[in-house]
């Protein structure tokens, strides 16, 4: 698998470990100074953000992916992924986003890891 194969295959990842509540899995793919920037302009670090995921403050029930763009630069990456999502947050009900997530990520110890996230609508 080429490397962005690799950052592609982790966006998917962390839609479907979002959809199982999976703060293990979504560990796995953060980097320690990940950082999550809501819609709302909220700016969350990972743990913060895990905890509203684990007390269903954010549900998300799934996700199709429209597209996901790579750029790689060294050991720097930047991804676009734009996916249809069916969630319920705040206390809202259920409907379903056009959400586009632009990540950083970084590689670590040759490891590729998101250090940023910033989610919007397309």
């Not at 899995?25 to 909220?42: E, F, I, N, P, W």
């Not at 720097?76 to 259920?94: E, F, H, L, N, P």
Request: positive net charge; charged residues 30%; proline residues 1%.
């Amino acid at each position: 698998m080429d490397e962005r194969e690799i950052i592609r295959e982790m966006y998917r990842k962390y839609w479907r470990y979002m959809i199982a509540k999976d703060a293990d899995g979504l560990r796995s793919l953060m980097a320690k100074d990940y950082c999550l920037l809501h819609m709302t302009g909220v700016k969350q670090p990972a743990e913060v953000f895990l905890k509203g995921l684990l007390d269903g403050t954010f549900n998300y029930y799934s996700a199709d992916h429209d597209g996901i763009e790579v750029k790689i630069d060294g050991d720097r990456a930047t991804m676009i992924g734009k996916s249809r999502v069916s969630a319920a947050v705040y206390g809202a009900r259920r409907s379903t986003w056009r959400l586009r997530g632009d990540f950083t990520l970084r590689k670590e110890q040759g490891i590729w890891r998101f250090t940023s996230s910033r989610a919007s609508t397309y």
